[in-house]
């Protein structure tokens, strides 16, 4: 049995890759609209997923405005 759901691996060395990422699990998982979109859509799903933000060095980088809410999922 699988834990998760989904697995989604996001570039988080800068905001542009951070959206970049989140457009490709839109795109990848047929949504429409922006990194908002792709945030209430994984805050609503009834699965477990798992969001990896790699290579998140930049201690100027708030990664929290793109974090999901909800207990389904984990970052």
């Known amino acids: 049995m ?3 759901w989904g697995i ?3 570039d988080a060395s800068s ?4 959206e970049r990422g989140l457009a490709n699990i839109a795109t990848v998982c047929g949504l429409v609209g922006d990194a908002n979109s792709v945030k209430r859509w994984l805050s609503n799903m009834p699965e ?3 969001v ?3 290579n998140a ?3 100027n980088l708030d990664l929290s405005r793109y974090f999901p809410v909800g207990t389904r ?3």
């Open 2 to 4: 699988n834990r998760f």
């Open 8 to 10: 989604f691996w996001i």
């Open 15 to 18: 905001e542009e890759n951070i």
């Open 48 to 50: 477990t997923w798992l």
């Open 52 to 54: 990896i933000f790699d």
């Open 57 to 59: 060095d930049d201690p």
């Open 73 to 75: 999922g984990t970052i």
